[in-house]
């Protein structure tokens, strides 16, 4: 019988994810690789999704030989329409900006993906993220920022609960950026970032508006700016247009700069104001993940990011339900935006996270 | 992990006997057969030799034998052939086909439609995939006068293993005059393929579909059809077919099908055995199946299967990682299956045409490998539809 662990890779022939492979077939475990086919608007024009285009199955499937490991690529193109594509058109037209990475990370790579993977008798799945896990004393798994300050991507991963922790691995998150390209010569694999991974790989260019007013006409229909005493000072083109902190392109003249505070869809209205009006000082997020997979009993202290390439900036987080938090800043935070999410850490320590509601 | 290998309607492993026959031909017999010297008339007759012993194996005349680089090729010469041949004379060019050929046909008809202009009609086959002469009677009807028409006929489909009624089909187009082609490169190693019992004007055959090399095959042209071939250059195979001949590849070609024929009772009695016992066993153990072809009038050793909601693509990932290779007519490389057209054209719906899996045995097959996919392919079968559930929901 064969006794190595069998660990799935998610490759997507990019640098890091193929690293990752690398280092699983160093470390002795019998690896496939697999790659997820992700719906993309023009697939049906013989089109590609901008993360997983022909180019870059060849690529994988050329790594995953060389490696001398099986490659398949995921027909996900369905279940990824209908649950992160969607969400992302829900979201928007809700009045919020969603991370549908995020989504992406629960619903596709750490529960479809996850399952292709048991059902090929893999314990574990891995994939090229910058981040880590460890043992904590009471035999929970932590989930930790990768030892790459500037490519750590645990936020993305705060969606992920302890069951899933203890099935994934995380091979590039002891490493830096500089170490992983070194790992990557040393295999001879491709060390170009040719592939980094697109943020919103479903568009066929780019182009996120674009996309809204064709699969969401309903949500993008011109309305009043307003200010938050409710004065009109000129009409907005569509609400999912704007994100909250926009200075440039409102059309409207004023005697100081006018920024985007609010969307407020009851109303179809873009709320504005000062500067000095930007900054908030607490926010609500619904949805909330506990990494540790319980809620704390009282208020903690953490760092909080509102966005994936937000500073992180101290807060107290008071748990109000199990679904729901507050968090209150120690000073104003600027862009506090519906959609994306407010992730807590203590040190390198990703608590957990939620979805800001307001 | 011992492998299984059920996949020989893909290719077939080269005989050893086939590589040995091929071997002088790899080596001193390197001349080109078209020169005028000893090392051209070396090669010329050993590609003469092996021209003889296919056209007496098929009965048909040594020089209506064309070697090609295999079945593709073949089924292209033959359907651009007479198609070029009409444009020349100006004449009206009609292609009857049906929806369970191979890509090689459907793929060159749809390109005479827009290229050429060809008038396309597609004959309807039944639950089986099976063309009733009925049906094409129907569609030999209104011809365009002088014009010329061309019967392409698949002799046994790749996807179900369904096996159509070529003579019976072929002498009810020439009633109506027509030429006829048959791709047989599924069928080549499993009959006594006789070109004048079956009546056909052309017919493809590919090697390493009976444990010959890949890269060749032959197409039978008959005398008399009207013919410009697509594939120019020198004088070649009498202008039929341009370019330097593989004599390895048709030395091996020659070598398959002979081998295939001096061992086909025994090999087609032991398959269709082994085939009845892997049907049997997987109907009998997996929920929600349905054997896809004709249950009798089918290939020896083809197996063919549509399972209810199961993706395929997925099927074969896990069976691969059992050890077990098999194809299916849906699944694709680079995760972007569609419903396998052929199951389509055969009635199956939405959620059986995703589905197919086919299992075609071979020479080396044992009953021990496939009583281990019969006991392993209902757990897999079940493994598969809990994925599949989620991405057809």
Known sequence: MNQKP??????????????????????????????????????????????????????????????????????????????????????????????????????????????????VGADCLATGHYART??????????????DPRKDQSYVLSVLTQDKLRQVLFPVGDYVKAEVRAIAARHGLPVASKHDSQDLCFLADGDYRRFLAEHAPDAVRPGPILTRDGRELGQHTGLPFYTIGQRKG??????????????????????????????????IAGHVNWIAGSVPPEPLRADVKIRYTARPAPAAVHPLDGQRVQVVFDAPVRDITPGQAAVFYEGDTCLGGGIIAL | MTRIYLDHSATTPLDPRVLEAMLPALGDLYGNSMSVHSFGRDAERTIEQARD????????????????????????????????????????????TTPVEHAAITVTARQLQQVLGAALRIVPVDHFGRVSPDALRAALQNLPPDGI??????????????????????????????????????????FALDIDVLGVD?????????????????????????????????RHEDYRRAGTHNTPGIVGTAKALEIARAELDDTTARLSALRDRLIDGVLSRVPDVELTGHPADRLAGHASFA????????????????????????????????????????????DWTRGGLRLTLGRHTTQDEIDTVIDVLPDIIERTRKLSAISMS
């Open chain 2, 202 to 234: 052309m017919l493809s055959i590919s090697s390493h579909k009976l444990y010959g090399p890949k890269g060749t095959g032959a197409l039978v042209l008959r005398d008399g059809v009207d013919f410009l071939s697509s594939h120019s250059g020198a």
């Open chain 2, 53 to 96: 012993t296919i056209a007496r194996l098929l009965n048909c005349r040594p020089h209506e034998v064309i070697f090609t680089s295999g079945g593709t090729e073949s089924d292209n010469l033959a359907l651009r052939g007479p198609a070029q041949s009409a444009r020349t004379d100006g004449r009206p060019f009609t292609l009857i």
């Open chain 1, 134 to 147: 460890a043992p904590a004393p009471d035999g929970s798994i932590r989930l930790l920022k990768g030892r």
């Open chain 1, 250 to 283: 409102l059309g409207i003249s004023a005697p100081e700069p006018l920024y985007v505070l609010a969307i407020d869809p009851a109303r179809n209205a873009l709320i504005v104001g000062t500067r000095a009006e930007l900054g908030r000082s607490a926010l």
């Open chain 1, 6 to 119: 069998r660990v799935v890779v998610a490759m997507s022939g990019g640098v890091d994810s193929s690293v990752a492979a690398a280092l699983l077939v160093e470390q002795g475990h019998d690896v496939i690789g697999m790659m997820l086919r992700l719906w993309s608007e023009d697939c049906g024009a013989g089109g590609s999704n901008r993360c997983c285009t022909p180019d870059q199955m060849a690529d994988a499937r050329r790594i995953a030989d060389q490696l001398g490991i099986p490659f398949y690529v995921i027909d996900t193109q369905a279940v990824f329409r209908n649950t992160v594509v969607q969400y992302f058109i829900d979201r928007y037209a809700a009045g919020q900006t969603p991370n549908p990475c995020l989504e992406c990370n629960r619903l596709i790579r750490f529960e479809w993906l996850l399952d292709h993977a048991r059902a």
């Open chain 2, 149 to 190: 028409t061309l019967v392409s006929l698949i002799y046994a489909n790749n996807e179900v293993g369904t096996l159509n009624p070529v003579a019976e089909c072929a002498a009810l187009a020439h009633e109506f005059g027509a030429i006829v082609h048959t791709d047989a490169v599924q069928a080549a190693g499993n």
């Open chain 2, 307 to 350: 399972f209810r909601s199961v993706e395929s693509n997925t099927l074969l990932m896990i069976l691969d990682q059992h050890g077990i290779a098999a194809s299916s007519g849906s699944a694709c490389k680079v995760g972007n299956p569609r419903p396998s057209s052929i199951l389509e054209a055969l009635g199956y719906g939405p």
